[in-house]
Nanobody, 119 residues
Framework: VQLQASGGGLVQSGGSLRVSCKAA???SSWFWQTTMGWYRQAPG???????????????TYGDSVKGRFTISRDNANKKVYLQMTNLTPEDTAVYYC???????????WGEGTLVTVSS
């Protein structure tokens, strides 16, 4: 399984951006067994949870993004999305797609996509 993230870029403060992640070469049953998530790492900081969503659609958010970011998943196409609104420079980071397969008890990571918010 390969996690392919896309959609990062440069946006002004207050703007919106959506990043996507596709679980390439994953079979449908694998995706159904997997909690998908987004983490981010800013320069000089530890990687932190942004949001994750279970196969049933239950979402969890990091405190700093609650009310601004929305995670969703498309099980048919094996994709997960992160819609980001009201972005601030503090949201600038590399955003990593994460997959936690509950049967394998294994995590997968994508390469990351850079989101830069200018003030």
């Amino acid at each position: 399984v390969q996690l392919q993230a896309s959609g990062g870029g440069l946006v002004q403060s207050g703007g919106s951006l959506r990043v996507s992640c596709k679980a390439a070469r994953a079979i449908s049953s694998w995706f159904w067994q997997t909690t998908m998530g987004w983490y981010r790492q800013a320069p000089g900081k530890q990687r932190e949870l942004v949001a994750k969503i279970t196969n049933g659609g239950s979402a969890t958010y990091g405190d700093s993004v609650k009310g601004r970011f929305t995670i969703s998943r498309d099980n048919a196409n094996k994709k997960v999305y992160l819609q980001m609104t009201n972005l601030t420079p503090e949201d600038t980071a590399v955003y990593y797609c994460n997959a936690e397969n509950l049967v394998e008890r294994r995590e997968y990571w994508g390469e990351g996509t850079l989101v830069t918010v200018s003030s």
